[in-house]
């Protein structure tokens, strides 16, 4: 079985323990003003539709078409307009870059999500900023995924080379899986690589924090 294939069957299967619940976008885009969004391994559309309705130019890419036809399905009941692609984003490239680029929890492991990163980091416009959450390293074990080579920041870092990066850390989300989740048998919990990167240039507009606006 192919991992597409695998990943497929998944959707089809059992689409709500499949995706994974976001804790981290709604808090690291709130400083930044509306533009151009790609969200990379957008599976069923939950963080490409919470952009959507925050006034973000939206489109989402995933190499599952199942995944995508589910995330078509979500914009269409909602009235949001999203454009949506299946592509493998390691070989996905376009002539308009983006204010913000995505990444979360859709990193292959090893050589393949190296790949990917480097393209998420060429879709940055000048002053774009790019968000990777995936899972770290050490979850191969509690996993029992046996030589799963996974992600911790400092992997991230030295694949996005040629931006300037802005916080790169493990954290440790708790409740992250429902208890009848099929993946919290190990736990509800799991730690994660993060980083945030910014292309150089021009500035993209952010909002202003309650405590600038006090100043």
Known sequence: MTERTFWNEAYQQDAEHTAVPDRVL??????????????????TGENAL???RHGWDVTGIDWCDQAVFLAERA?????VQIRFEIADAAEWSTQKPF????????????GHGVAVIRQASRALAPGGTLIIADWHQSMADRWECSGCELHTPDRIVAAVSGLEVERAETRRIPDLFPSEDPRARHGTWADVAIVR???????????????????
């Open 26 to 43: 709604h808090e690291e885009i709130r400083t930044l003003l509306p533009g151009r969004a790609l969200d990379i391994g957008c599976g």
């Open 75 to 79: 914009a269409w009941k909602e009235g």
């Open 197 to 215: 990167a910014r292309r150089p240039g021009e500035d993209t507009p952010t909002k202003r924090s309650p405590s600038d606006a006090a100043d």
């Open 99 to 110: 204010d913000l680029v995505l990444v979360a929890y859709a990193l292959p492991p090893g």
């Open 50 to 52: 919470f952009l959507a």
